[in-house]
């Protein structure tokens, strides 16, 4: 009976550690990029804005309870669309250090597409399409740009991914 009662409590112990381990390797960061289909993006106006610039943030939610991918990087290969057209804008990183966010359920990541506010207002796009911040290789997404919002001048700057 002693090692009867002795065998089920190592067992529960085992059986517990499992479970613990389990539930640390379900929240551990993912290696694996994350592909179009991981992640909802959305676009608004950043109410918070640096002297002289206005930005909009990129906001990167996870697709499903079950996702945990990995976002490296700035946003890639920005085309802003209106009417149908691509605008004549260009964009590039702003030089920030990269540093790799973990997405999944209810960590969200967020970055920034920067413009001077005193530039001379260009168009307002319906949409803007970009690769992921998915490290080499990224995948393409279009979300919709928020309506009435302008684009300033011919360039804009796009901040890394972060939490």
Not at 5 to 11: D, F, K, L, R, S
Not at 62 to 91: H, M, W, Y
Request: aromatic residues 4%; charged residues 15%.
């Amino acid at each position: 009976m002693k090692r009867t009662g002795t065998a089920m409590i190592v067992g529960g112990l085992v059986a517990g550690g499992l479970l613990v381990a389990a539930g640390a390797a379900n929240a551990m960061p993912s290696d694996t990029p994350c592909g179009a289909s991981d992640v909802h993006v959305t676009v608004a106006r950043d109410p918070a804005n640096a002297a002289g610039h206005e930005a909009y943030v990129l906001t990167y939610t996870a697709a499903s309870p079950t996702t945990n991918c990995k976002l490296e990087g700035a946003p890639t290969a920005l085309t802003f669309i209106a009417g149908g057209r691509r605008l004549p804008v260009t964009a590039t990183a702003d030089g920030s250090e990269s540093v790799p966010v973990n997405l999944r359920e209810g960590h969200p990541a967020g970055s920034r597409i920067v413009q001077r506010s005193a530039a001379t207002p260009s168009a307002a796009p319906a949409f803007v399409s970009f690769d992921l911040p998915t490290g080499p290789y990224g995948q393409p997404v279009s979300v919709e740009w928020p309506a009435g919002s302008v684009l300033k001048g011919d360039s804009v700057q796009v901040t890394p991914v972060g939490n």
